[in-house]
């Protein structure tokens, strides 16, 4: 990750969540479970991801009973009101932990460590919220690339079996979680060909391409177009993101990446 010297370093604030004995609570819902457990894992995240939107920030999923949220400018209150909102809606609670740091990596792995420091997620822990000594809510900046495989529709969807382009796309999704984590971002996939990656302030756009350059050695045919987005949050630093990527359909995509500041 390139730094310059005397350059400012933003802080991102990173949410770890996560549904507190979910293990334990499933088996009480008898053998004849697992849509129960799809169709109430999908409401939780419905009901969080409106909740968190309303801050500016975005959940996501994870491992769906574990979820990420880019949380910039959320104070410790408003926090607090969402774990007890879950508890009146559903019959399960939740536990947060808050992290920040000068990368996404950073800031998730802070989060992780003050909420597991408290117990393990299968015990009687519940409605934990976690953080450290940082001066919650981080207002920075945030940056995101939005990564988008061009003409990915014409060239995989209309022309190969689901789960064949289902299996590439996850392999495809490995290598772009390996890459960025590599310069400490987070890499999520976003539905259809997209994925989101939540960036270092100090990340220079060189670093994006050779992440793509690396990236279409080992996917052939795919190519890629990132738009980079910063913004007051992270649902304004995508939607500059979007812009970006518009630009370089625009423009039939021969330029591999733009940004917005």
């Known amino acids: 990750m390139h730094q310059k010297k005397n350059e400012v370093v933003l802080l991102i604030q990173i949410t770890y969540i996560q549904i507190d004995n979910f293990g334990p609570y499933t088996e009480k819902m008898g053998s004849n479970r697992e849509h129960k457990i799809q169709i109430l894992l999908a409401e939780i995240f419905i009901?969080?991801?409106?909740?968190?939107?309303?801050y500016g920030c975005l959940v996501?999923?994870?491992?769906?009973?574990?979820?990420?949220?880019?949380?910039?400018k959320m104070s410790i209150e408003d926090h607090q009101l969402i774990i007890e909102e879950v508890e009146k809606e559903f019959p399960i609670t939740i536990s947060m932990g808050i992290g920040a740091g000068e990368t996404p990596l950073d800031a998730q792995i802070e989060a992780s460590q003050v909420l597991?420091?408290?117990?393990?997620?299968q015990s009687s822990r519940k409605k934990i919220l976690a953080y450290n000594g940082h001066k919650f809510p981080i207002r920075d900046k945030v940056t995101v690339a939005h990564i988008d495989i061009n003409y990915?529709?014409?060239?995989?969807?209309?022309?190969?079996?689901?789960y064949s382009n289902y299996i590439n796309l996850n392999k495809g999704y490995l290598t772009l979680m390996e890459s960025f984590e590599k310069i400490g971002a987070l890499c999520f996939f976003n539905g259809g060909d997209n994925f989101i990656c939540v960036c270092p302030s100090t990340m220079d756009p060189s670093e994006v391409e050779q992440i793509i350059k690396l990236f279409e050695l080992k996917h052939k045919p795919w190519k890629l177009k990132a738009g980079i987005g910063v913004g007051e949050n992270i649902l304004e630093a995508i939607s500059k993101s979007n812009i970006c990527l518009k630009v370089i359909r625009k423009g039939n995509n021969k330029e591999?990446?733009?940004?917005?500041?």
């Open 47 to 54: 009901f969080l991801q409106k909740k968190f939107n309303l």
């Open 256 to 261: 591999k990446i733009a940004v917005i500041n």
């Open 60 to 72: 996501f999923n994870g491992s769906r009973d574990n979820m990420i949220v880019i949380s910039n």
């Open 152 to 162: 990915y529709t014409k060239i995989a969807t209309d022309v190969n079996p689901f």
């Open 116 to 121: 597991n420091s408290q117990g393990s997620a």
